[in-house]
C-alpha cells in the first residue's frame, strides 16, 4: 500500500507542480494556466466525498484503482494533445482524483488499524511527501533535455500505473 501511495504522489506532484506552466507553454493557451490550477481545485472539492461514496459501493481498493486509473489519464493527456478541451478534461480529471488517493488511503490507514491510526497514517504520508520531493527533480531534467513536458508526464503516469499494478495485487486481500 505504502508503495503504490508513493506513486500517487509521484503523480500528483509533477501535475500541480507543473501543470501552470504546461498550460502556459501552450500557444493559444498563453495567460491561462492560472485557469486551469483553478479547474483543479473546483474538481478537487466535492471529490474526497463523491470517492468516499464510491469506496462505501465498490470497496476501497477497487475505488483507488478506478481514481488511480483516471489520474493517470489526467496525467498522460497533455502530452497526448494541447487542445483546450483536453486541457480542460486533464485539469478535471486530475484535480477530481489526487485528492480522492490521499483521502481513500488515511481513510483505510485509520480503518485497518483503529489501535493507533495516526502512526500509519503519519507512515503513509511519509511515503506520499517523498515521492513530491522526489518526481520534481527527474522532470525538470526530462523538460530541460526535451523542451517540453511530455517525458515527465509520461514517467509520471508510468509511475502511477505502478502503484495502480500495486493496488490489484491487494485485491487479494481479504481485509480490502
Given at each position: 500500500?505504502?508503495?503504490?501511495?508513493?506513486c500517487?504522489g509521484?503523480g500528483?506532484?509533477?501535475?500541480?507542480?507543473?501543470?501552470?506552466d504546461?498550460?502556459?507553454?501552450?500557444?493559444?493557451?498563453?495567460?491561462?494556466?492560472?485557469?486551469a490550477?483553478l479547474?483543479?481545485?473546483?474538481a478537487?472539492t466535492?471529490?474526497a466525498?463523491?470517492?468516499?461514496s464510491?469506496?462505501?459501493r465498490?470497496g476501497?481498493?477497487k475505488?483507488?484503482?478506478?481514481?488511480?486509473?483516471?489520474?493517470l489519464?489526467?496525467i498522460?493527456?497533455?502530452?497526448?494533445?494541447?487542445?483546450?478541451?483536453v486541457?480542460?478534461i486533464?485539469t478535471?480529471?486530475?484535480?477530481?482524483?489526487?485528492?480522492?488517493?490521499?483521502s481513500?488511503v488515511l481513510?483505510?490507514?485509520?480503518?485497518?488499524?483503529?489501535s493507533?491510526?495516526?502512526?500509519s497514517?503519519?507512515?503513509?504520508?511519509?511515503a506520499?511527501?517523498?515521492?513530491?520531493?522526489?518526481a520534481?527533480i527527474?522532470?525538470?531534467?526530462?523538460?530541460?533535455?526535451?523542451?517540453?513536458?511530455?517525458?515527465?508526464?509520461y514517467?509520471s503516469?508510468f509511475?502511477?500505473m505502478?502503484?495502480?499494478?500495486?493496488l490489484?495485487?491487494?485485491?487479494?486481500?481479504?481485509?480490502?
Open positions: 500500500m505504502m508503495l503504490a501511495y508513493f500517487a509521484y500528483y506532484a509533477v501535475s500541480s507542480t507543473f501543470i501552470v504546461i498550460v502556459e507553454r501552450v500557444e493559444g493557451l498563453k495567460g491561462q494556466g492560472s485557469i490550477f479547474l483543479v481545485g473546483l478537487a466535492p471529490a466525498l463523491i470517492w468516499d464510491i469506496a462505501r465498490t476501497f481498493i475505488a483507488l484503482i478506478a481514481a488511480y486509473t483516471l489520474l489519464i489526467g498522460i493527456l497533455p502530452a497526448i494533445s494541447d487542445t483546450l478541451p486541457i480542460i486533464s478535471l480529471l486530475f484535480g477530481g482524483t489526487f485528492i480522492a488517493c490521499v481513500l481513510t483505510m490507514a485509520g480503518n485497518f488499524y483503529p493507533n491510526p495516526a502512526r497514517m503519519g507512515t503513509m504520508t511519509l506520499y511527501g517523498d515521492a513530491q520531493i522526489i520534481p527527474p522532470s525538470g531534467c526530462l523538460l530541460e533535455y526535451f523542451g517540453n513536458y511530455n517525458m515527465a508526464l514517467l503516469a509511475i502511477v505502478i502503484g495502480t499494478w500495486f490489484f495485487g491487494l485485491l487479494k486481500k481479504p481485509l480490502l
